[in-house]
């Protein structure tokens, strides 16, 4: 299983900008998936989750401004990010807790490369 991450960038305080995280191999089903963070010196933090349901989490830092999203039949979340501030440049990672082979599979979590999101003017 493989997560690709793309979307990041370097954006204007107060822009925005779209992230998008397609899972792809051996697939069965996926249970969730989400936006983690990590800024210089920080510990990595969830940024928004999203559940098969739609049932969404976000953190309380970016309520209001990013909006989680996913498409089921492709295996991709998005996360659009408006309002941007100097204070969300981080690298930004995608995870996803997915059933690899059948029903009875485990659920394990996988994790993308990290798209650099950097807001500065």
């Known amino acids: 299983v493989q997560l690709q991450a793309s979307g990041g960038g370097l954006v204007q305080p107060g822009g925005s900008l779209r992230l998008a995280c397609a899972a792809s191999g051996t697939i069965f089903r996926v249970s969730s998936m989400g936006w983690y963070r990590q800024a210089p010196g920080k510990q990595r933090e969830l940024v928004a989750h999203?559940?098969?349901?739609?049932?969404?989490n976000y953190a309380d830092s970016v309520k209001g401004r990013f909006t989680i999203s996913s498409d089921n039949a492709k295996n991709t979340v998005y996360l659009q990010m408006n309002s941007l501030r100097p204070e969300d440049t981080a690298v930004y990672y995608c995870?996803?807790?997915?059933?690899?082979?059948?029903?009875?599979?485990?659920?394990?979590?996988?994790w993308g490369q990290g798209t650099q999101v950097t807001v500065s003017s």
């Open positions: 995870a996803a807790d997915l059933k690899t082979r059948t029903y009875f599979s485990p659920v394990t979590t996988y």
């Open positions: 999203i559940t098969y349901s739609g049932t969404t």
